[in-house]
T-cell receptor, first 113, second 115 residues
């Protein structure tokens, strides 16, 4: 049972435009969410996170939005750059217990020059 | 400072064999977590070690095991390999154990192919 879902395996956008990557979750105990970026032949690197007490977190060109009622979060990249081309993983952690990260399957973003 | 290193980077084994993968965390990091990445399942949590003790375990069969040494280096072992074990195995280290307060840094992974 996939508790964190990234329903779009791939996304292609033009350089300079906005990239929106989506993530849905089913476990209502999740209250901390993270995005990781992964280039080929490298491990994932942390990008941005958000706690459930917020509905938005911004870091430069990257903004994460959280809609708790819909159990949905999204990552916005503005403006998109060719160097942003990578696989993006959404991850979630539940309060209490192990707090281990549960990852989605990833979305491959391609930014075309 | 040096990042997380994993050895070997690539490995080819046959069904029924066993394999040991190694992970050296960032200096000063005491927590090591292991993940399996496959195209169909994404990243799946295997287990986490902190100060030589397994703190958490994912939903994998007992063929998957691990350990951590006093210098925080970690190994994972897969016995009686199956074709479905072919995957990228990622190791991540952090100073402490909570991903909410402490960023996990990933190594480049070990690509295991089972023939």
């Amino acid at each position: 049972d996939q508790q964190v879902k990234q329903n779009s395996p791939s996304l292609s956008v033009q350089e300079g435009r906005i990239s929106i990557l989506n993530c849905d979750y089913t476990n209502s105990m999740f209250d901390y969410f993270l995005w990781y970026k992964k280039y080929p032949a490298e491990g994932p690197t942390f990008l941005i996170s958000i706690s459930s007490i917020k509905d938005k977190n911004e870091d430069g060109r990257f903004t994460v939005f959280l809609n708790k009622s819909a159990k949905h979060l999204s990552l916005h990249i503005v403006p998109s750059q060719p160097g942003d081309s990578a696989v993006y993983f959404c991850a979630a952690s539940a309060r209490g217990g192990s707090e281990k990260l549960v990852f989605g399957k990833g979305t491959k973003l391609t930014v075309n020059p | 400072k040096a990042g997380v290193t994993q050895t070997p980077r690539y490995l080819i084994k046959t069904r029924g064999q066993q394999v040991t993968l190694s992970c050296s965390p960032i200096s000063g990091h005491r927590s090591v977590s292991w993940y399996q990445q496959t195209p169909g399942q994404g990243l799946q949590f295997l287990f986490e070690y902190f100060s030589e003790t397994q703190r958490n375990k994912g939903n994998f069969p007992g063929r998957f095991s691990g350990r951590q040494f006093s210098n925080s280096r970690s190994e994972m072992n897969v016995s009686t390999l199956e074709l479905g074990d072919s995957a990228l195995y990622l190791c991540a280290s952090s100073r402490w154990t909570s991903p909410r307060t402490d960023t996990q840094y990933f190594g480049p992974g070990t690509r295991l192919t089972v023939l």
